[in-house]
Structures are given as structure tokens and as C-alpha cells.
């Protein structure tokens, strides 16, 4: 059944060359099967995705298990059982994920985006479509006043947290860490990452808003990364179950009728993870020409439950801004803060590596008023190589970096496995590219292109940055002057950034997995021929 599956994914569920883990040969499923006295029909083994979470046997990175509860199939179940129920949907979309599909189809970014809220807004008849960047601009707001917290901190006691800390905004990071080096796990931010962060908070404030549970809400994230669909399976990510909300029913109802998935208790906060390459299939199943599809302004897309804002940025042309930023908004805040040193512009980065152009690991330092003084040490590791070797300078405390900013995949988030693929280009596209560098290459032009189209409207549209902004919120983790973000603290989190109630909303917690299937092996194999 597995197998099957997989079979019916896209091509951009395969890695291609990338580097990653393969998986264990103990990623296995044990059932007891009795000896039969005649031969008899197999009996078919379902895995579900918390299946996946639960086992210690593999890391899957961008190569992740896919399985029912997270595909197109999906979404037109949703759409039928939409028809005979009074489910909402609600769609969020990376703009990752945009850049991608924009590239395959040689539009711009805005384009892009403004077609998609057309497809799922009118075509498929979503309540709300928006975008991820305000989610993003929490995360960024919330692990800034985390790393300074756990500076300080560490400052007054040096037992009270041991650095560096880890950006966990990753999902197939973090399920390495927590299945084969849960050493690392107290290093790991607990901030959310922005589908994690919109998940809560689109459910949360949608419940209010329109006067009905959560568990009829259904939330659709459109991201560039097949991890995103393990991480949308977590038990964490999950609102509490209430009367409103029954345990027994989590979600509006989408599994097959033959098959019964394990709920998760409460209600998911994400249903259902669509990536880029899987949009191009739902375009192809209803038939729409891209050139034919209109499309709509943001106002009309959100249906009037959300500002509409350009995109908060911090530098358009900065490549690790691709995947978030975590690393510059960090540092740039705690230098400002923790040493009164306000740095402007894009950081200077230095190669850590043996390869001295590999852009995957790079580190960047604030230097003291002394010689050789180092007051911040921050660096990259993209691609398990890389994280390996952070992982061993951890393990044997010789790991001098303050703050890594940790991704799966060599690249980041741009290259994630859930793009578009080559293989889609070359078969569908009229875009003359080769290779997956200059696929890489495209997409990173078309998603800057984009940032720093949506900065310079931003920089005219002055009426935008005069208009009045609660006041009793002030995050200065980035200078934030976006109005969706002011709203959260000032109605959610106290207003203010790294309260209690944003720690209880925009933070979670990681969990060792423990090897269960080591001794279930052993017990198959106790004379552990495997390690002859």
C-alpha cells in the first residue's frame, strides 16, 4: 500500500540528487500474522502519517512518507463533503511555493499570487485565502525575544541554557533531531514555524469570527516542502478538544470510507498540506489554462477577516531571507539590543566550510571592542551535511556559534523537494531550463524579483504606513509596521511580543522519539545477524 502511494506522488517527492538521509531499514510496521492452513488473500497494511511520527526507524527529510491525509485526493473530498455540510475553508499560501509555480509558468510573482487566490477563492469557493508572511513576521518577532531571553539569561547563569540555539522552523530538521539526536533538542527554539503560527491563529481567530467550532474549519497550506505535511500531523499542532470541539471528530470528515485514520485529540490545526508541484496536478484535473485564469486583488481574496498588507522585509536581495531570515532578524536584533550596535543593510557573510564556496554553511560575527573578541557568532547549515557537523561540535561541546539557522534541504526553502520539479518543467513548461541549478536559480530570481517588487509599492503607497496602528502593541524585534501582526498581540497575546500568552499560542514544544522498534527487531533477530 505504501508503495502504491508513493507511486502516485509527483516527481517532486523524490530528492533527485539532493543530499539527504535514506531511510532505515528499520522503518517497518510488525503485525502478527497467524500461518494460515490454506493459502489466503494478503490483507493490504495502511500507514498513516502519525504512523511516520511515531516511528524511530527512519529521518525522512524531503523524501518524507506520504500517505492518505495529505493529498490532492484531499481537497476534492473536502469539496464534496463541503456540499452536504456547513464546513468553511481556508487556504494559506507560502510564497515559496508562489515563486515556484510562477517560474514554471514564466509570470511574475504577484501574478502568481493573485491567480492562485482566484483558484481556490472562486474556483474552489474558499471562505479566505492569504498569505504566509504575517505568519513569518511572528516567528521572526517571537525567536528574536527568545534568543535574547536565553541570552540573558545564560549571562546570569551559565547552566541555565547552553548555546547555540537551533531555528526549529524546519520540520524535516526537526524530525532528524527528535528521532536520532535528541541530545540537541533543549538547543532547539521553541518558536512555531509560520504554517504552525497561521494554523493556530486562523482557526483560533476564524472560530470567533464566524460563530462556528474549529473542527468545521478546513485549513489548506499551500508550501514548497513535503516535511510541511509530517509537521501538519503533529499531535502538538492540534487545538485542545472542547465541547464545541469533540475529540471524536477532529476534522470535517475526508478519509476513505474502507479505511479509518487515527485521529489526533482536539481538532488539527492544519488539515491538509498541498505543495507547488501537487497545484500544478490540481490544475491539470479541472482543466484551466494558466493565461485564462483572472485574477484578484488581496482584499477580495481574504474575504474582509484580514488586513491586507504588502510583505514586512528586511533585506529583498538577501538570499537567506528565501527561507525566513531567521538568522539576519536575529542578529541584527540582538546586536541593537544586547550591544547598542544598530547594523544596517545585508550581513557579511564568511564560508566555514572546506569548500569556500559553498553557500550552505556561513557564518557571520559581531565583533568586540577587543582584539580577537567575539560578542555574536551565528551561522547556517543547510543540507544533513552540514547539520551533521553541528551536530558533532554540539555533542563534544566545542560548537562556538550563538544561533544556527538549521534547513533540511541545500539551499533552503527555494529547493525544497515539494517545488516544482525538472521533470514537470521539462514535460509542461515552455521555459527553456536544463538542469536543477538553473531551475534553482529561476525560482530564487522570480522570488526576489517579487520581494523587491512588493517593497518598492510599499515605499509609495504612503498611506499605507500612516494609518493608525494600536498602540498598545510595540514588537521591536524588526521594526514591524505590519497591521495583521499589531492585531494578534493586541487581541491575542497581551500585546505584547514573548508574553505569556504568545509563548502559550506561538510556541511549542519537541519530543525524543523513543526506539521502540530496536527491541521489536532484536526480538525478531536475536542473534542480530544484521551486525555480522
Not at 502519517?49 to 484531499?74: F, I, K, R
Not at 488539527?268 to 505543495?275: A, N
Amino acid at each position: 500500500r505504501l508503495l502504491s502511494d508513493m507511486a502516485q506522488l509527483s516527481a517532486g517527492v523524490k530528492l533527485r540528487d539532493l543530499d539527504h538521509l535514506a531511510p532505515a531499514l528499520e522503518c517497518i510496521k510488525p503485525i502478527p500474522v497467524a500461518k494460515p492452513k490454506e493459502k489466503a488473500k494478503t490483507e493490504r497494511v495502511t500507514l498513516t502519517l502519525n504512523d511516520c511520527l511515531a516511528c524511530s526507524g527512519c529521518v525522512t527529510t524531503a523524501e518524507a512518507v506520504l500517505v492518505q491525509l495529505q493529498s490532492t485526493d484531499e481537497l476534492y473530498k473536502f469539496i464534496e463533503k463541503r456540499k452536504e455540510s456547513k464546513c468553511r475553508l481556508a487556504v494559506s499560501i507560502a510564497p515559496q511555493a508562489t515563486a515556484s509555480i510562477a517560474t514554471y509558468f514564466g509570470s511574475s510573482g504577484r501574478t502568481a499570487f493573485k491567480k492562485l487566490c482566484w483558484l481556490f477563492r472562486k474556483h474552489f469557493g474558499a471562505d479566505v485565502v492569504v498569505d504566509t508572511t504575517w505568519a513569518q513576521t511572528l516567528s521572526l518577532l517571537e525567536i528574536c525575544r527568545e534568543f535574547v531571553s536565553k541570552y540573558k539569561a545564560q549571562q546570569a547563569d551559565e547552566k541555565s541554557f547552553q548555546f547555540p540555539l537551533l531555528a526549529s522552523s524546519c520540520p524535516g530538521w526537526i524530525c532528524f533531531a527528535e528521532k536520532t539526536a535528541p541530545q540537541l533538542l533543549p538547543h532547539v527554539a521553541t518558536t512555531k514555524s509560520p504554517q504552525a503560527v497561521l494554523g493556530t491563529l486562523l482557526k483560533k481567530h476564524l472560530q470567533t469570527t464566524w460563530s462556528c467550532p474549529a473542527s468545521s474549519i478546513f485549513h489548506i497550506s499551500v508550501s514548497s516542502c513535503y516535511d510541511k505535511k509530517l509537521e501538519a500531523s503533529r499531535e502538538d499542532f492540534a487545538i485542545p478538544p472542547t465541547p464545541d470541539n469533540s475529540a471524536e471528530q477532529p476534522n470535517p470528515p475526508t478519509a476513505e470510507d474502507d479505511e479509518e485514520p487515527q485521529p489526533i485529540p482536539g481538532v488539527r490545526e492544519t488539515d491538509c498540506v498541498l505543495t507547488a508541484g501537487e497545484i500544478l496536478d490540481v490544475l491539470k484535473k479541472e482543466k484551466l489554462e494558466w493565461k485564462d485564469i483572472p485574477e484578484i486583488e488581496e482584499q477580495e481574496a481574504v474575504g474582509g477577516f484580514f488586513d491586507v498588507e504588502e510583505r514586512y522585509l528586511l533585506d529583498s536581495g538577501n538570499e537567506f531571507n528565501s527561507s525566513g531570515g531567521y538568522l539576519e532578524a536575529v542578529f541584527k536584533y540582538a546586536a541593537r539590543v544586547l550591544f547598542d550596535k544598530t547594523i544596517t543593510g545585508p550581513l557579511e557573510y564568511t564560508a566555514t566550510g572546506k569548500r569556500k564556496r559553498d553557500d550552505n554553511c556561513l557564518s557571520v560575527q559581531l565583533p568586540g571592542k577587543e582584539k580577537g573578541e567575539v560578542l555574536l557568532n551565528f551561522a547556517t547549515a543547510y543540507g544533513f551535511k552540514h547539520i551533521q557537523n553541528i551536530t558533532r561540535k554540539i555533542k563534544t561541546n566545542n560548537c562556538p556559534y550563538h544561533f544556527v539557522e538549521v534547513m533540511a534541504c541545500p539551499s533552503g526553502c527555494l529547493n525544497g523537494a515539494g517545488q516544482v520539479s525538472l521533470e514537470q518543467v521539462k514535460e509542461g513548461s515552455g521555459t527553456e531550463i536544463t538542469d536543477n541549478k538553473e531551475l534553482l536559480q529561476k525560482v530564487k530570481e522570480t522570488f526576489q524579483g517579487w520581494m523587491a517588487d512588493t517593497t518598492a509599492k510599499k515605499q509609495q503607497k504612503c498611506g499605507f504606513t500612516e494609518q493608525s496602528e494600536p498602540q498598545c502593541c510595540k514588537p521591536d524585534a524588526a521594526g514591524c509596521d505590519c497591521l495583521t501582526v499589531n492585531r494578534v498581540y493586541g487581541e491575542m497575546a497581551e500585546g505584547e511580543v514573548y508574553s505569556d500568552k504568545a509563548q502559550e499560542l506561538l510556541h511549542t514544544q519537541y519530543h525524543a522519539v523513543e526506539k521502540t522498534l530496536e527491541t521489536q527487531t532484536q526480538q525478531l533477530n536475536p542473534m542480530k545477524l544484521s551486525d555480522w
